[in-house]
């Protein structure tokens, strides 16, 4: 069941994300016809300011006391630091044995980390603190790539917008659909993305780090819709096409192909983001040929279709009235 929500906030604590968790478990819907969530703030002393990551200060009403009788123990963004309270980790600790659901945010994982309650299980955080997040918790499967990962009762999200993703997949969990669309609808945001859809990284441009075939990456760049062999790119680069793709590799970190496939996607992109052209004309201006090789190469770099793209992330969309 989903009826009592606890955040606990640490200094450091980032607001926005905090605020995901107020705005989805904090605020009366009832009469949306959202059933009653009771949601506290805690923290390690209640009435005691915390710092922010903003440079405002936040005063939680509860003390960790707070957290072992609610439902869902939320764990909010906050500073990426060697060590946690201990008083902390221990609540987390028992909230679990006794059954409750864990939620993060972002970096909030790092605290349920910390507590030894990630080890061996799926989880996810912000992209950007992978590396780091794998150093620590080396016993934890993380997936950088996903929106958020639902093990059960523990429930981990990437940063920001996925963690709204989360928070209102958790209430249709446990609440049901329709609950979770009222929220959503309330927020202005999509009522449901998968979890394994993939974080939006923006996907590296590969570039050249020497001068002998910069030329030809710029003439490529300017003609992603001609069908271009290496045989060809080779002829003007004044190459053989084995020296040719070597010098390619070597440069760009990547093959021909697969350096055209991610400029062709980076285009695509930007085309579905400005533009109202129909899948076909972006598909030949890319030089994919097809909607349908559009559409495969699209999913395999981005994580999703480019229609579904195009609804999140469409700003012609989003000038649209109505």
């Not at 009366?28 to 703030?41: K, L, M, N």
């Not at 309650?117 to 996903?146: I, K, S």
Request: proline fraction near 6%; include cysteine; aromatic fraction near 6%.
């Amino acid at each position: 069941m989903l009826r009592s929500v606890a955040a606990v906030v640490l200094d450091g604590a980032a607001p926005f994300e905090l605020g995901v968790l107020c705005e989805v478990f904090g605020l009366d819907r009832t009469a949306d016809g959202v059933p009653p969530i009771e949601f506290r703030v805690c923290g390690p002393r209640p009435g005691a300011p915390l710092t922010t990551s903003v440079g405002m200060s936040l005063v939680p009403e509860h003390g960790l006391d707070g957290l072992d009788d609610v439902d869902v123990v939320a764990v909010p963004a906050c500073r990426v630091r060697e060590e946690y309270p201990a008083e902390v980790l221990d609540r987390l600790r028992r909230a679990a044995d006794r059954g409750a659901t864990l939620l993060s945010v972002c970096s909030g994982a790092f605290v349920i980390g910390a507590a030894g309650l990630l080890d061996g299980r799926p989880c996810t955080t912000h992209w950007h603190m992978a590396a780091e997040f794998r150093r620590r918790f080396p016993a934890a499967r993380l997936d950088p790539d996903v929106l958020y990962v639902d093990d059960g009762n523990v429930v981990t999200s990437a940063g920001t917008a996925a963690g709204i993703d989360a928070c209102l997949h958790l209430v249709r969990r446990e609440i049901g659909a329709a609950a979770a669309t009222a929220i959503a609808r309330r927020m202005v945001v999509p009522p449901q993305r998968d979890g394994g859809q993939r974080q939006f990284i923006d996907l590296p441009v590969p570039e050249c780090s020497g001068d002998s075939l910069q030329p030809v990456l710029s003439w490529m760049s300017e003609t992603l819709d001609a069908d271009h062999t290496v045989a060809n790119l080779a002829d003007r680069a004044r190459m053989s096409q084995r020296t040719f793709a070597r010098r390619f590799v070597a440069e760009t970190g990547t093959t021909p192909n697969q350096w055209l496939v991610t400029q062709r996607v980076l285009l695509a992109r930007r085309l579905l983001e400005d533009t109202d052209l129909a899948m076909d004309e972006i598909a030949r201006r890319c030089g994919f040929s097809t909607a349908a090789l559009l559409r495969h190469h699209f999913r395999r770099a981005v994580g999703i279709t480019p229609s579904d793209y195009r609804r999140t992330f469409s700003r012609t969309a989003a000038l649209t009235p109505g």
